[in-house]
């Protein structure tokens, strides 16, 4: 098992590897042009300070390029750092998907547990005023009833300023939060009527992980997938171990986002969301940071495995929790968001099969099996401000130009 110190020396090294595209430079005179332009229009326009794009197809790379620089060009960043292809960024609710549900499907394949499974069955304190009902699968396809977010930052805040000093970024913080969704009360008939993405719901499939494997998440996360996949540069970044012994991952390589006003700085290998900073940096919503050349290793792995081609996760599983509960038109499978009006990614050209997520931070992947597709768009589109809802609506457009791309190419190759 790596130690903390590798662990972080890993993750940051300068050493990150890239995977070669099919044209180093910019295909000003290709099919893509109109990919690049959308990216560097929104950087001219102040959408985010810059971007990293991987594009897929049949496990190929077709485009991985960088575009404009780690912060905004301003009086307070006069000479901002180019990105590249290695930065490394704060991937936000894209932890879901990619780390918590995996880890799901893992332990689902195993036996571990089953989607309609009662999440009381294996949190007994959970069970209470009307929440008794809740599956697991619920959980993941936001089907909980579940508050979409509370601010439990803000209550751990005021613990750490009284009696309770030191409990910011602890056990005790995660305990606590934890505590506070079991005392929450849902109307029994809202559970399953609809979904609405829920930030608690995702904490809490987190935390059956660690019960289920007897590890932490970052731990069950770099054996079962960081591990087997060699994705060097992936991790949580563990606060605690920040506070305890002073170590820090090396900022250098990694994408800052916003320019904390109660934090009071700016965040650089430190999670942006404000509750997982709360709970120590690791927690099932949110809290991975990646390149996204590792991203790109398990999309490949979890498309190989659908179609059965890979021993990572046999393709039943893999079926089952992008087909979803089957009962709504449009929405969220199982730890996975599907095409539509409220995400913008539908009718752009994915299939009826695609799934995604798109990140609170800018950053966001979709993977189209019936096109054995994998589009991973990193971005700091938070930095210095979360106010900045600029880059909302280039990510479909973006997806939409992508798309188009490809069904040109095809169409010259055919």
Same mark, same amino acid.
């Given at each position: 098992?790596?130690t903390?110190?590798?662990?972080?020396?890993?993750?940051?090294?300068?050493?990150?590897?890239?995977?070669?595209?099919?044209?180093q430079?910019?295909?000003?005179?290709?099919?893509?042009?109109?990919?690049?332009?959308?990216?560097? /229009? %929104? !950087?001219?326009?102040?959408?985010?300070?810059? +971007?990293?794009l991987l594009?897929? @197809?049949g496990? &190929?790379? *077709?485009?991985?390029?960088?575009?404009?620089?780690?912060?905004?060009?301003?009086?307070?960043?006069?000479?901002?750092?180019?990105?590249?292809?290695?930065?490394?960024?704060?991937?936000a609710?894209?932890?879901?998907?990619?780390?918590?549900?995996?880890?799901?499907?893992?332990?689902?394949?195993?036996?571990?547990?089953?989607?309609?499974?009662?999440?009381?069955?294996?949190?007994q304190?959970?069970?209470?005023?009307?929440?008794?009902?809740?599956?697991?699968g619920?959980?993941?396809?936001?089907?909980s009833?579940?508050?979409?977010?509370?601010?439990?930052?803000?209550?751990?805040?005021?613990?750490?300023?009284?009696a309770?000093?030191?409990?910011?970024?602890?056990?005790?913080?995660?305990?606590?939060?934890? /505590? %506070? !969704?079991?005392?929450?009360?849902?109307?029994? +008939?809202?559970?399953?009527?609809? @979904?609405?993405? &829920?930030? *608690?719901?995702?904490?809490?499939?987190?935390?059956?992980?660690?019960?289920?494997?007897?590890?932490?998440?970052?731990?069950?996360a770099h054996?079962?997938?960081?591990?087997?996949?060699?994705m060097?540069?992936?991790?949580?970044?563990?606060?605690?171990?920040?506070?305890?012994?002073?170590?820090?991952?090396?900022?250098?390589?990694i994408?800052?986002?916003?320019?904390?006003?109660?934090?009071?700085r700016?965040?650089?290998?430190?999670?942006?969301?404000?509750?997982?900073?709360?709970m120590?940096?690791?927690?099932?919503?949110?809290?991975?940071?990646?390149?996204?050349?590792d991203?790109?290793?398990?999309?490949?792995?979890?498309?190989?495995?659908?179609?059965?081609?890979?021993?990572?996760?046999?393709?039943?599983?893999?079926?089952?929790?992008?087909?979803?509960?089957?009962?709504?038109?449009?929405?969220?499978?199982?730890?996975?968001?599907?095409?539509?009006?409220?995400?913008?990614?539908?009718?752009?050209?994915?299939?009826?099969?695609?799934?995604?997520?798109n990140?609170?931070?800018?950053?966001?992947?979709?993977?189209?099996?019936?096109?054995?597709?994998?589009?991973?768009?990193?971005?700091?589109?938070?930095?210095?401000?979360?106010?900045?809802?600029?880059?909302?609506?280039?990510?479909?457009?973006?997806?939409?130009?992508?798309?188009?791309?490809?069904?040109?190419?095809?169409?010259?190759?055919?």
């Amino acid at each position: 098992m790596q130690t903390a110190e590798s662990l972080f020396g890993d993750m940051f090294s300068s050493k990150a590897e890239s995977l070669p595209s099919r044209a180093q430079a910019r295909w000003a005179d290709s099919e893509f042009s109109p990919v690049v332009e959308c990216l560097d /229009q %929104a !950087i001219r326009d102040g959408a985010t300070p810059g +971007a990293v794009l991987l594009v897929a @197809q049949g496990g &190929s790379v *077709l485009l991985h390029e960088a575009f404009g620089a780690r912060t905004p060009r301003s009086a307070k960043y006069p000479d901002p750092q180019p990105m590249n292809v290695g930065t490394v960024f704060d991937i936000a609710a894209v932890t879901g998907s990619i780390i918590t549900t995996t880890l799901a499907m893992k332990l689902v394949e195993a036996g571990m547990f089953s989607l309609g499974e009662k999440v009381c069955r294996y949190a007994q304190s959970f069970g209470v005023l009307g929440k008794s009902g809740i599956t697991l699968g619920q959980l993941l396809n936001q089907s909980s009833s579940l508050p979409a977010w509370l601010p439990f930052f803000e209550e751990l805040l005021k613990e750490n300023a009284g009696a309770r000093r030191g409990i910011i970024t602890s056990r005790g913080a995660r305990d606590y939060v934890f /505590q %506070a !969704i079991n005392r929450l009360q849902v109307k029994p +008939a809202a559970i399953g009527a609809r @979904q609405v993405y &829920s930030d *608690l719901g995702m904490m809490l499939m987190g935390q059956l992980v660690e019960q289920l494997t007897g590890v932490g998440l970052e731990k069950a996360a770099h054996r079962l997938i960081f591990q087997p996949l060699g994705m060097k540069s992936t991790s949580f970044v563990d606060l605690s171990m920040i506070k305890r012994r002073g170590i820090h991952p090396v900022t250098d390589l990694i994408a800052p986002t916003e320019d904390c006003p109660w934090r009071e700085r700016l965040l650089c290998g430190e999670v942006h969301d404000d509750n997982a900073w709360a709970m120590g940096g690791i927690a099932g919503h949110s809290g991975i940071f990646s390149t996204a050349h590792d991203l790109h290793l398990v999309c490949r792995e979890l498309l190989r495995s659908v179609r059965g081609e890979s021993e990572f996760l046999a393709a039943p599983f893999v079926r089952e929790f992008w087909k979803g509960a089957g009962d709504y038109a449009e929405g969220w499978r199982y730890g996975w968001d599907s095409p539509s009006r409220e995400n913008g990614m539908i009718e752009i050209g994915f299939s009826n099969h695609a799934v995604g997520h798109n990140g609170f931070t800018g950053c966001s992947v979709w993977l189209d099996p019936a096109q054995d597709l994998e589009v991973i768009l990193l971005s700091n589109r938070v930095c210095p401000s979360r106010n900045n809802k600029k880059f909302l609506p280039v990510r479909p457009a973006l997806h939409e130009r992508i798309l188009g791309a490809l069904r040109k190419g095809a169409a010259h190759v055919g």
